[in-house]
Antibody, heavy 120, light 108 residues
Framework: EVQLVESGGVVVQPGGSLRLSCAAS????????MHWVRQAPGKGLEWVSL????????YYADSVKGRFTISRDNSKKSLYLQMNSLRAEDTALYYCAKGGDSSGYPFDYWGQGTLVTVSS | SSELTQDPAVSVALGQTVRITCQGD??????ASWYQQKPGQAPVLVIYGKNKRPSGIPDRFSGSSSGNTASLTITGAQAEDEADYYC???????????FGTGTKVTVL
């Protein structure tokens, strides 16, 4: 059974930093591209970032580029999102999602999310 | 533009058919995928590629595409299909993607 379990979400002040983690199991992690997707309270889904199976290629939404860094440790079957210079508009439930094929799409499995609140 | 536009809400009588549409320029180049999200739950993939369903998704869900519009059809809607539905597609760069604005489906 595929499982994705996010952690690390907390309340953080504007301008602060945070690292989210996603622990994967039940599939060949180092064969899979991985994504972060977020959802602000009461709002729709927003794609955040993609990392290739080997970590060599990374992509970011314009809204987070230069502030967030996606990474992975295949030996630990873990995905990460380093979030710096956090803003109120980054408040959201952050999901990690598995990429379905070699292109990294679609998102065929999702975690339950971890809540990040940016507030003073 | 890399936007995907959906109708905010649609309703359907129990057992009837409803079609949800998603419009955007990127759909001329890439297939849409569709996600169902029920309150308090993570999204679930229901349709991807050229009308493909993941294991466990009922065959009353189907997808189609024409020009800049992708559609998700629920044939014989059930009470458990009441949810928010989001389309998703890669953008013109191929390396980013975008979600649609979402459609709330109410089963009457």
């Amino acid at each position: 059974e595929v499982q994705l379990v996010e952690s690390g979400g907390v309340v953080v002040q504007p301008g602060g930093s945070l690292r989210l983690s996603c622990a994967a199991s039940g599939f060949t992690f180092d064969d899979s591209a991985m994504h972060w997707v977020r959802q602000a309270p009461g709002k729709g889904l927003e794609w955040v970032s993609l990392i290739s199976w080997d970590g060599d290629s990374t992509y970011y939404a314009d809204s987070v580029k230069g502030r967030f860094t996606i990474s992975r440790d295949n030996s630990k079957k873990s995905l990460y999102l380093q979030m710096n210079s956090l803003r109120a508009e980054d408040t959201a439930l952050y999901y990690c999602a598995k990429g379905g094929d070699s292109s990294g799409y679609p998102f065929d499995y999702w975690g339950q999310g971890t809540l990040v609140t940016v507030s003073s | 533009s890399s936007e995907l536009t959906q109708d905010p809400a649609v309703s359907v009588a129990l057992g009837q058919t409803v079609r949800i549409t998603c419009q955007g320029d990127s759909l001329r180049s890439y297939y849409a995928s569709w996600y169902q999200q029920k309150p308090g739950q993570a999204p679930v993939l229901v349709i991807y590629g050229k009308n493909k369903r993941p294991s466990g998704i009922p065959d009353r869900f189907s997808g189609s595409s024409s020009g800049n519009t992708a559609s998700l059809t629920i044939t014989g809607a059930q009470a458990e299909d009441e949810a928010d539905y989001y389309c998703n597609s890669r953008d013109s760069s191929g390396n980013h993607c975008v979600f649609g604005t979402g459609t709330k489906v109410t089963v009457l």
